[in-house]
Every structure is written in structure tokens, then in C-alpha cells.
């Protein structure tokens, strides 16, 4: 049992340097990320690591699905997709909107704990339990909304705007379809199973504490749906979608050849997975203090 210290948090650092330099060379060659997206990339793992191997493996799970799922149909997406890129490559921006907020909280984790991987426990530190909480928000989050726009895009439904439940076309901000939804929850799942397997070889619990850890798989689960339906809230509000007549697609900015379906340029695409990633780690976060 891995249990903090000095020497394991510098051992712990070197992995992880070495880790996401592999796997960053990797997802360059396969076009999942630019070069921009390294200099984020790997700061991100190497703070991930260091505040708990259970963190590094959140951000991994989230990191080889999402890649996994942005590969299906990828002939179908571009046609559909304006800002369709091969392999779904991010860029640092993007990146930064998924891990950002994580990086923060995994650094206060890390400052609280010494690197000593916790129990979800609020008799022995709410604050503690509060901080991994928003942590596993926000990568259910992230990962819900990556699987539901991927997925969903596929789905042989036409889906309807979220705000008034009318048909629209496929790539509008805000639509939503069963498909999508159910692979948002199921992104989330995925997270939280991630984060309770690993622990079994990471955290050492009292017997009551250790059988509640597993209901972080259903919350998990709602916080992958939840952060997809306030994604796509603020998509079909506060981001723009319309319909290009030469390039017969949706797209996100006006133009004279664009009749306008929703929302309002207020927010782009990441400024949009940024709001909604840090609504679903304070509100996993609070639920976290309330269930352990």
C-alpha cells in the first residue's frame, strides 16, 4: 500500500514524467492531440500523479476512452462536424477546458494529503472529501459530454434542442437524443468504476467507509448525465448554432450565407465545456460532504 512520504511523491513524479511523455508522443503521432496540447498535457499528469496514482488513472480513463469514442464514424462526423479534425486532435485550449480545473484541485489535494491517497470520508476531513468529490465531478463530466456529442452525433434520432424539445439538425449546440444521454451516464459509470478498482490497491478504509466508496459509481453515473444536460443548456443558449446554405452545415458563427437555429455567441465550445465542467465538480463536490 502506497501511503505518501517524500521519496514515493518524487518516485511518483518521475513516473508520471515518463508516463506522459510516452503516452503524449503517442497521442501526437496518432493525431488525438497537436503539439500545443503536450505543454498542457503533461503538467496536467504529472500533477495527477503525485496527488494520488487513483487521480492519474481518472484522467487516463478519460483521456484513452474519449479518444477511443471521438474515432467512431469518424467518415459520418465529418460530414456533419464543421470543425471536424482527424482523430478528433485537441488542442492546448482544449486540453486546458477538460483538465484545468482538475489540475487545481488535485494540487490542493495534494497540499492537504501529502500525497496520501484518502478515503471519501467526511467524519475524517470534509474538505478532503469535497476536493476528490469535485475531481471525480469533473472528469465524469468531461467524459459524459465528450461520449454524448461523439455518440449521440451517430444516433439515427433527430435530436431536439434541450430548451424547447423541437427537432433540429444534428450538430446543433443544445440537441440532445436518448443515445447521447445514455452514453453520457455511461461515461460517467465508467469513471466511477475506475475510481473504486483502483482504490482497492490505492486506500486502505474501515469496513463501513470502504462499502460506501461504491456509491461513487452511481454518482459518478448522474454527474456524467447531469454535466452533459448543463452542457448542452448553455449550447442551446449561450453558444451560437446555425445553418450554412453553401457548406450545408451547422455551424457556430454568423454569416450572410447562415440563418440562425439557436443560442447567442456569448460562449465557444470551450468556454462552454469549462462553465459546465466546474457546475458539475461544485455540485459533485457538495454531494460528496452529504453521501460519505
Known amino acids: 500500500m502506497d501511503h505518501g512520504g517524500g521519496g514515493s511523491i518524487w518516485i511518483r513524479a518521475a513516473v508520471a514524467v515518463a508516463?506522459?511523455?510516452a503516452i503524449a508522443a503517442r497521442a501526437v503521432r496518432r493525431k488525438s492531440v497537436d503539439s500545443?496540447?503536450?505543454?498542457?498535457?503533461?503538467?496536467?499528469?504529472?500533477?495527477?500523479?503525485?496527488?494520488?496514482?487513483?487521480?492519474?488513472?481518472?484522467?487516463?480513463v478519460f483521456f484513452f476512452t474519449s479518444s477511443r469514442v471521438t474515432r467512431v464514424g469518424e467518415a459520418r462526423k465529418r460530414a456533419l462536424d464543421p470543425e471536424f479534425k482527424e482523430g478528433g486532435q485537441r488542442n492546448w485550449k482544449q486540453v486546458l477546458s477538460?483538465?484545468?480545473?482538475?489540475?487545481?484541485?488535485?494540487?490542493?489535494?495534494?497540499?492537504?494529503?501529502?500525497g496520501t491517497d484518502r478515503c471519501l470520508d467526511s467524519k475524517e476531513s470534509t474538505l478532503v472529501t469535497a476536493l476528490i468529490g469535485g475531481v471525480i465531478g469533473h472528469y465524469a463530466c468531461c467524459n459524459g459530454d465528450t461520449w454524448s456529442s461523439e455518440l449521440g452525433i451517430l444516433s439515427k434520432a433527430e435530436p431536439r434542442i434541450i430548451t424547447t424539445f423541437k427537432r433540429v439538425r444534428k450538430g446543433t449546440n443544445g440537441g440532445v437524443t436518448i443515445d447521447g444521454l445514455l452514453a453520457a451516464?455511461?461515461?460517467?459509470?465508467?469513471?466511477?468504476?475506475?475510481?473504486?478498482?483502483i482504490g482497492l490497491f490505492t486506500t486502505q478504509c474501515a469496513s463501513?467507509?470502504?462499502?460506501?466508496?461504491?456509491l461513487v459509481i452511481?454518482?459518478?453515473?448522474?454527474?456524467?448525465?447531469?454535466?452533459?444536460?448543463?452542457?448542452?443548456?448553455?449550447?442551446?443558449?449561450?453558444?451560437?448554432?446555425?445553418?450554412?446554405?453553401?457548406?450545408?452545415?451547422?455551424?457556430g458563427v454568423d454569416g450572410p450565407t447562415v440563418t440562425r437555429i439557436s443560442g447567442r455567441n456569448i460562449l465557444d465550445n470551450n468556454g462552454v465545456n469549462v462553465v459546465s465542467v466546474f457546475?458539475?465538480?461544485v455540485l459533485t463536490a457538495v454531494a460528496c460532504t452529504y453521501i460519505f
Do not use: E
Open 36 to 60: 500545443s496540447a503536450v505543454f498542457v498535457g503533461v503538467p496536467a499528469m504529472v500533477a495527477h500523479t503525485i496527488a494520488g496514482y487513483r487521480f492519474a488513472g481518472l484522467l487516463l
Open 19 to 21: 508516463a506522459g511523455a
Open 218 to 251: 452511481p454518482l459518478a453515473t448522474a454527474a456524467g448525465l447531469c454535466g452533459s444536460l448543463i452542457d448542452s443548456f448553455l449550447g442551446a443558449t449561450v453558444q451560437y448554432s446555425g445553418f450554412c446554405s453553401v457548406r450545408n452545415k451547422v455551424v
Open 279 to 281: 457546475l458539475t465538480t
Open 208 to 214: 463501513d467507509v470502504f462499502w460506501s466508496q461504491l
Open 98 to 114: 477538460n483538465s484545468g480545473i482538475a489540475s487545481i484541485l488535485v494540487v490542493l489535494i495534494a497540499s492537504v494529503t501529502g
Open 185 to 197: 451516464a455511461a461515461a460517467g459509470f465508467s469513471i466511477g468504476l475506475a475510481f473504486v478498482l
